[in-house]
């Protein structure tokens, strides 16, 4: 299964917010789209899941044009995990994640016995099955990112979209998600896209980044190949590296300072 | 969506459903008549005739106009129920301790007069009360509807509900009464000329202060009483500018007493550049005496009075 | 809780939600029976059984199935279609201070109602004209809210929505109070109309009225799944596949139908739509699949209830029964105000 993203662009005033996306991924990938706050990386999200109507480029999953794809179609391909989810309605966590189905269910049909199995396992994974009956409005933030996450995985999606999905969540939290979700791409066999300007997050947890800046791709592979000290100095200003934690079996980034203090004074 | 939401639904709508077509057995029974033939008939503004087996002993009334004519015809203790605006002359009674206050005509359901078992009920013949019009006859109430909009309709009704009241005699009488007082004024007043005749600015109290045009029955009043109307190049009811008013200088400005404004906001108002002004020449008059009823002969007779005293004291 | 739990769970929320329902139209046809009996008119209460029954002296007849009957059911009528317009408006535009007016329409059928009136329309068609007119001026007011609030995408944002809805609304006010000043006579009940009434109800209007409230209700209970995912948020509904701009002009125009036909029979009655829906979002929760029927018959229980107060309590005279709904849900309005627990989600 893959994802094939070509010429992506977007404008939303006179100059284009994103130019000229390529993108190649295959099941089990965790891309990151990492860049600086007004990279583009969440209109490029939004292109992806046909929130924005890019006015150029294509996104073919497994090789059919998402454009030829009614909205129903694409959310049983695609699901999207949004930033932050301010639900302060008394929905209980069960009543969200089964809105998981809804890409396919008919107009009068109810959830059958396979959807409810579904939504069981798609709990089960998040382990979110202790809150089905509380009010999201009472979970923590992590137990709701959780949930949300839980309904995306019920639309049973070939491709999961995570915008910034660390922001707002305790240290323990993120690592939890993020454990969670690379487990999952590996297990269901997805393809997982994760928006971030989380460094560190990028390198430990990807297996491919896409460093965007001003709404082009800087860079794209392997984390070593992508976040060299050379890039990271041009995109985000700092003077950092990446380098394996044995701890952790992963990549971790070392930031050292900001090169803004190597700028002449009367800038 | 869920069956059981579905099931709900329709078991609303099998309700409404089921409510409406056993009503619709019911409803075609035929409607009551209009009445039976009797001894009084008289044809209303609508053109209908309003057919009663006998004088009515209970009587509701929907407009002021009509209950005062009611009353000056000396049948108040027929009246038992009468709408908020006759609600002024009720009080101002003595004897009418029983008539009930049934608040506006609008909000008046035809259960609610049916209750009151009446042997006619009289109101406007308002586009918007037709319906309740229609239902009320439907259940058998016979109604009479009037619009009476100047003196000469005015006279018209008073002798039709006199007669619709069993009083022809006492309405023919107050009709040819009220007629020689008109004409009283009317002989003095029909020959004087335009240079003659004051010019009249009036002012009624709705609105803060709203003047009358052509067409309207307070102009018609005061043609008729030999003054002429400054605004009568306008048509019904308008608030007049102050400037508008001082270029027409009025020699004579009438008020409507219920009004906020006192004679001397008036003068500060206007200003001494004004004949009715320097001249002092404001008077006040008694709003229920401009509406189309009986007492718009006193309005009449005390307008003759104020233009022209020498002919009338 | 373990995962076989989860559908045991969901089976026992609809369990729940059929005997709720159940529960409010069986209390419905309760109240339709006992509102039968209250009135003006004093008939007792197996009095009133047995001329449903098919007995009962003319006059008494009369008074139940050509006075009563057509009053109570219009009551049920207009109070489920302001209840479920308001309840839509509300989730539509996550506001909870949205109600049937707020786009405008009640003030066009306002307009229209008024506009018939001055021109006489009344009684050259009877009873239809009215409420048609107002009706005509609903829509006339739907769409020039929905051309002065969409982009050129096509796309309708919510705020520009609501204040195109306003602003609108206040026009429409401002031309009725003009049409009142120069129309005079013609127009002297209008004021009362606007006030909202079901006074003069007649089966004309109930046979009017169904078939489009019912159509209404239909489609606006049918998309109920869908409010719901547009509830939790827009963006978020559109990846779940819903075409969110498109449900939304439906829910919009189905409002707007229902409301329209109340208040051309009606007038406008205010609060219903406000309040109804906020009570029994706290009472049965905010899934739409049970908050919109039981708005539905909590709007008709409360307008048939409200009505009856309206036409007894100063009896025979009648209070406009607008004021009666106002009295109640204006200060109602404002404990909203000012609690705004998070636990009502807004």
Redesign the interface.
């Known amino acids: 299964m893959k994802l094939s993203v070509h010429g992506l662009s977007f404008r939303y005033g006179s100059s284009d917010a994103i130019s000229n996306i390529e993108l190649e991924a295959s099941e089990g990938d965790v891309i990151g789209i990492l860049g600086p706050n007004g990279s583009g990386k969440t209109t490029l999200l939004k292109c992806l899941n046909r929130s924005l109507t890019p006015r150029a480029g294509t996104v073919m999953i497994d090789d059919v044009d998402s454009q030829t794809l009614t909205r129903k179609e694409l959310a049983t391909r695609m699901g999207t995990v949004p930033q932050s989810v301010n639900i302060t309605f008394p929905f209980t966590a069960l009543d969200i994640v089964m809105m998981g189905r809804l890409p396919e269910l008919k ?2 049909e ?1 959830e059958s016995r396979r959807d409810m199995d579904i939504v069981k396992e798609a709990m089960a994974m998040t382990n979110t099955v202790q809150f089905a009956d509380r009010p999201m409005d009472q979970l923590s933030g992590g137990e709701r990112q959780r949930v949300i996450i839980a309904r995306a995985l019920a639309q049973k999606p070939k491709v999961l979209l995570l915008d910034e999905p660390t922001l707002h969540l305790d240290v323990n939290h993120q690592l939890e998600i993020l454990d969670l979700i690379t487990a999952l791409a590996r297990k269901e066999r997805l393809i997982v896209i994760i928006v971030t300007h989380d460094l560190a997050l990028a390198a430990r947890y990807c297996t491919k980044v896409l460093l965007m800046q001003n709404g082009c791709i800087q860079a794209a592979g392997e984390v070593t190949d992508v976040m060299t000290t050379e890039n990271l100095r041009k995109v985000f200003l700092i003077e950092a590296s990446v380098y394996f934690d044995e701890r952790i079996g992963a990549y971790s980034v070392s930031i050292l300072r900001s090169t803004r203090s190597d700028e002449p004074e009367d800038r | ?9 329709l ?3 099998v ?3 089921a ?2 077509a056993v ?2 057995i ?2 075609n029974k035929d409607n ?1 008549s209009d009445g039976t033939t009797g001894t009084i008939s008289v044809l209303d503004d609508r053109g209908k005739a309003v057919n009663l087996t006998g004088a009515p002993e209970r009587i509701v009334s929907l407009g002021s106009a009509f209950t005062e004519i009611i009353f000056d015809l000396d049948a108040k203790d027929k009246v038992v ?1 009468a709408d908020k605006s006759s609600m002024w002359l009720v009080e101002n009674t003595t004897g009418t301790e029983n008539i ?17 078992d009446p042997d006619l009920v009289v109101i406007w013949n ?7 019009i ?2 009320m006859e ?3 109430i016979p109604v009479a509807a009037f619009y009476p909009k100047n003196v000469t309709t005015i006279l018209e009704t008073i002798d039709k509900l006199g007669e619709l009241i069993g009083e022809k005699t006492k309405a023919q009488a107050m009709v040819s009464d009220m007629n020689a007082r008109i004409d009283a004024v009317l002989e003095k007043t029909a020959n004087i000329s335009e240079s003659e005749r004051p010019k009249v600015y009036l002012e009624l109290a709705s ?1 803060g202060g709203t003047t009358v045009g052509n067409g309207t029955m307070s102009n018609d009043l005061i043609e008729m009483a030999g003054g002429v109307n400054i605004f009568n190049n306008g048509t ?2 308008w608030v007049a500018s102050t400037e508008s008013i001082v270029e027409k200088n009025p020699d004579i400005i009438v008020i409507e007493d219920a009004s906020t404004k006192s004679n001397d906001d008036l003068k500060a108002n206007l200003g001494s550049t004004v004949a009715a002004v320097s001249g002092d020449k404001i008077y006040r008059i008694d709003g229920t005496t401009l509406t189309t009823s009986p007492s718009v002969v006193e309005a009449l007779e005390n307008m003759a009075k104020w233009f022209h005293p020498t002919l009338f004291q | 809780m373990a995962a076989e739990d989860i559908a045991e769970l969901q089976r026992a929320k ?1 369990k729940r ?2 005997l709720i ?2 529960f409010m ?1 069986l209390a ?2 309760a109240a ?1 029976i006992i509102c039968l009996s209250i ?3 004093s008939i007792p209460f197996d009095q009133v059984i047995s001329i449903l029954m098919g007995g009962g002296s003319d006059r008494d ?3 139940i ?7 109570v ?1 219009l009551g ?2 207009v109070g ?1 279609s302001l209840a479920v317009a308001g309840a839509t408006m509300q989730g539509l535009f996550r506001n909870p201070m949205a109600s049937p007016s707020v786009i405008g329409i009640s003030a066009g059928a306002a307009f229209g109602a008024s506009l018939a ?1 001055v021109l ?1 329309v ?2 050259v068609s ?2 239809f004209a009215i409420p048609a007119m107002a009706f005509l001026f609903a829509f006339i007011t739907l769409f020039l809210v929905y051309a002065v609030s969409r982009d050129r995408r096509g796309y309708v944002p919510v705020e520009t929505l609501l204040l195109a809805g306003i602003a609108i609304g206040a026009l429409f006010n401002a031309l009725v109070s003009a049409l009142q ?2 129309a ?7 004021v ?2 606007l006030m909202g ?1 079901l ?2 109800a ?2 004309d209007q ?2 009017i009225s ?1 078939p489009a409230v ?1 159509l209404g ?2 489609v606006i ?2 998309l ?2 869908d409010l719901n995912a547009i509830m939790v948020g827009e963006e978020q509904a559109g990846n779940l596949g819903i075409n969110v701009n498109q449900i939304r002009m439906v829910l919009l125009l189905a409002a707007s139908l229902v409301t329209a036909i109340a208040v051309s029979v009606a007038g406008t009655i205010g609060f219903v739509g406000l309040i109804i829906p906020h009570v029994l979002r706290i009472l049965v929760g905010p899934d739409h ?2 908050l ?2 039981a708005s ?2 909590g709007g008709a229980l409360f307008m048939v209830a409200t009505d009856t107060l309206a ?1 007894t309590i ?7 029964v607008g004021i009666i709904t106002s009295l109640l849900g204006a200060p109602f309005f404002i404990y909203l105000l000012m609690s705004r627990k998070k636990s009502m989600g807004w």
């Open positions: 107009r009068f109810s | 969506m869920s069956k059981k939401a579905i099931a709900a639904m078991v609303v709508a309700l409404v459903v409510s409406a009503a619709m019911y409803l009551a129920a009930t206050n049934l608040q506006g005509v609008s909000t008046l359901s035809v259960e609610s007069i049916l209750a009151l308002f586009g918007m009360y037709s319906t309740f229609t239902n439907s259940s058998g609105y019904k009811n | 609809y939600w059929s329902i159940v139209v419905l046809f339709i009135g003006v008119v007849r009369h008074i199935f050509n006075l009563r009957l057509p009053r059911l049920v009528i489920a009136l006489g009344s009684w009877g009873a000043y120069f005079g006579d013609k127009l002297s009940g209008v009362f109309w009434g006074n003069n007649t089966w109930i046979l169904i019912i209700c239909a209970m049918m109920s799944r699949r049970v919109l029927p539905i018959i036409r100063i009896a025979p005279a009648e209070l406009p």
